[in-house]
């Protein structure tokens, strides 16, 4: 299966106060962050990350990506600098990108960190997915019912959890 996500911001203490996530500390948001993947994701699923894993360097960022399962995929996003320091295990990351499209079941899928107004293959029916906004879940509720096929795949959209491929097509109605 595929899942996406993103805007986890690993050990960011900031991000509970700044998005009202509902933890005590980063331990705690790490420690669910991580439960809540390792519950869905397989070691045989593919996860795409839309950027920002974590804004404190290669060790936090190799500590924590070998905890989490499947084999992952970075779009990279405005505070993925780790993926460019000394020391980050680039092994971690089947292929890094700074825009992504991905072919599933007929359906065509852009992949950013950033939400754009018009992609590629918008009026064809090809879903824009992305993260940076840290919206609630209702975002992506306000979009299906306007009939955009836009969707924040980040983790305060998504109950702090990944998302698969099926569930955005199911979302929007589409088989």
């Not at 920002?52 to 995929?73: E, R």
């Not at 064809?124 to 993260?131: F, Q």
């Not at 992506?140 to 983790?155: E, K, Q």
Request: charged fraction near 25%; hydrophobic fraction near 35%.
């Amino acid at each position: 299966m595929i899942y996406f996500t993103s805007d986890l911001h690993f050990s960011h203490t900031n991000i509970i106060n700044i998005k009202k996530r509902p933890f005590n500390d980063a331990d705690e948001m790490n420690q669910c962050l991580i439960t809540n993947w390792n519950s869905a994701i397989t070691q045989k699923d593919e996860v795409y990350i839309l950027g920002d894993v974590t804004m404190k360097g290669a060790d936090v960022a190799n500590n924590i990506l070998k905890q989490l399962n499947g084999n992952k995929y970075l779009v990279k996003g405005n505070h993925d600098y780790f993926v460019k320091k000394l020391g980050f295990d680039k092994s971690i990351f089947r292929d890094v990108y700074d825009y992504k499209e991905l072919k599933y079941n007929g359906k065509l899928f852009i992949l950013m960190h950033y939400p754009i107004d018009d992609w590629n293959r918008k009026r064809h029916g090809s879903i824009m997915l992305h993260g940076h906004q840290h919206n609630s879940p209702e975002y992506n509720i306000n979009n299906r019912n306007n009939g955009i096929l836009r969707y924040d795949v980040g983790v305060d959209a998504n109950d702090m959890k990944p998302v698969s491929i099926d569930y955005i097509l199911e979302f929007f109605g589409i088989s």
